[in-house]
């Protein structure tokens, strides 16, 4: 016993993703999940717009929408899912232990992530990357523009990192003003420390309404990194890989050929053959993935379509207002773009 | 029963010091709370003007300056106070004896009128009351109350169903009942009263917050948050500490090896280890370790860290206590013919713990506050859940992460400060025993 505790700390040390390979060889996911009846969701312990309490304390959020979803295509009820809150360092431990079954709790998708840690990211459903802030009366237009501009950054990040190489490699000079804390950060750029602020684009508009004059701050268009925040399930279960991942395809497809959360029963009688498939009214589609054929009806009912939840979450219907960016579909100039179904 | 009386040129000059120290904490605990009541009552009284969503501060700036409030209600509180209990005579003898002493308390005085006026400012005169958003907030360099308003529920119970939060205020009221009656010396039947508090409630807290009996559905713990997960983690880390930390005082004082070496070893361990690490692998590590699909609670797992966390550094101070009773007593025990139990229990432990009050009660406000630590495993205590709600973009406001963190610091602040009067009143109520 004591040999095999022994061994079981020394691969955990060595590796976390060694034990986490050994240690995911259940049933499967799907069975595993209609068994117990409800979805165990890993998400953040907070963060606007993304996975965040409201004033009950129901979860809220574009990834809380998309674990609503997936409970949806299940178990034709959005809210047969456990919210799983977890801290930054034990997500990916959450995953591989089975503590969750699925994550979505705005996780970069790196290689690092997608080979050693035992994870398999399923699809980007938000384009984050680094942008800047600056007031409006600066008159600035572009970050280009920022030269010998002084930028407040919090100190030992990525972020950090981005920042130096994006002016070097325009050779700009700056001045980065840093802080240890977030807070910090956006207290001094409020109160006029420094010209430009710079964090991911998601978090400079939540951290915008905390200013004292949301209107007089701008974010700029550029983004200097590249940050998928994306859902990711345990490798080594495909079946529940592909209903993850076709969860979000389907949230895609729907809004693509205008399948909303008012107008999907109208729908259902649509003439559109691509709908019909998707509405399981034509071929075997659902099913095919270990679900009912109406698996994308259930969905857009529980939390409509991936616009819908969208511009409800962080889009023009929340206090966020970020733009949709590269999270448009591909057919109006973003990077979204979902296989058909068919 | 034996006398444990110690000898009286011991205990003297600490009687007087503890006499004076508490008329004066008195006095300086007194003078603030008023001087909040009164702000808060004139908060109310503008309040009262005003229609919903209106802000404070204009209104206030139409009647008479904020700051000249403030200074108004600053000098009559201090003056009915200083007036009240004391002549001018005790204003020169302490406060203006010497040129050097009277600087110290103009400069004193300016520094406490500084703070708490900036403390007044931020909380009452410059604070929003009524909204529906952080917009409302915005306008004010203040507190945003509607924000602690609308998410109280959530701070008190965080996700505890709504329909089943009566079970949480059932648990406080039978905790009250229990122990308010042994808190206070004059009432009679402690015995009972501890059976009832450290036997029979902890059973029927458990039913009655964990559920899953007929008539109780089960909550599971992952809905618990805010204070109750404070309350619980804390107060089950303090009874579990202190009969475990009085073991461990004495196996460490034992003459029998195994026990011995087993009692340091664990403290030492403990010791050595800080707790944020010990939580820490009890999320993260301890699942690798488990089979799949084995999953032992998140509360369960942070209660026996906490608790065992607690009693090692318990077992220390009440070593000290221990090591504080003269050697006489042991023998004069042992002389009249006392076991082990009968001599630890009657003569040593009386003693003991009544010397290591301080810092029995330091442990337990220390561990009160290290409550916060299960954060780290994606519990929500009172303050993770402030932390939490300040992510909610419809109060995003200035303003809010202050607030909340205000308003956790003030709950924090009643109970710890009330553990700590509370540990005084004992130490009087046990010294005053002893005159007899």
New interface residues.
Partial sequence: MKHT?KL??AA?LAI?GA??TA????PKTLDTVKQRGSLNCGVG?????FG???????WTGLDVDFCRAIAAAVFNDPQKV?F????A??RF??L????IDVLARNSTWTISRDSSLGLAFVATNYYDGQGFMVKKSLNVKSAKELKGASVCVQTGTTTELNLADFFRSNKLDYKPVVFEKN?EVVAAY?ANRCDAFTTDASGLY?ER????NPDENIVLPEIISKEPLAPAVRQGDSQWFTIVRWVHFAMLNAEELGVTQKNVDEMLASANPDVKRMLGKEGEFGKGIGLENDWVVRIVKAVGNYGESYERNVGSG???KIDRGLNKQWSQGGLQYAPPIR | MVDVTLAPTMRRPEKIYSAKATTDTRLLVLAPVAMVLTELVLGWLRGAYLTPGATTDGAVRSMFSYDATSLITLGTVLAFFVGHLAPVNWLRDNLFSSVGNAVMTLFGLILIYGMLSGLFGFSVSHATWTGD??EAC?PNSGACWPMVH??F??FMY??YP?GERWRVNLTYFLAAIGLVPLMIPRVPYKLQNAIFVFGVFPIIAFFLLVGGVPGLPHV?T?YW?GLLVTLVVASVGITASFPLGIMLALGRRSRMPLVRWASVTFIEFVRGVPLITVL?MA???L???????W?IDKLLRALVGVALFAAAYMAETIRGGLQAIPRGQFEAADAIGLNYRQKMSMIVLPQALKLVIPGIVNTFIGLFKDTSLV????L?DLL?IV????????W???T??MTGYLFAGFIFWIFCFGMSRYSAFVERNLSSNEKR
Avoid at chain 1, 209 to 212: A, E, H, S, T
Avoid at chain 2, 287 to 293: D, N, Q
């Fill in positions: 505790m079981g700390l955990a976390a034990t986490a240690s995911a060889q259940a312990t907070g963060l606007a717009g965040q309490p409201d004033d009950k304390g129901a456990t799983k809150p977890l801290s360092k034990e431990t959450a591989q232990s089975g503590e807070d409020d939540a309404l905390r200013m004292k929340s206090r966020l | 958003n952080g915005r609308a998410k529920a959530q965080g996700r709504d599971a992952e948050g820490f999320s993260v590590m699942p690798l370790f488990l089979p799949p699909g999953n954060l780290i495993i994606g929500f993770g932390q939490q709600n300040n992510t909610d973009q419809k995003l406001a200035p809010n992460a």
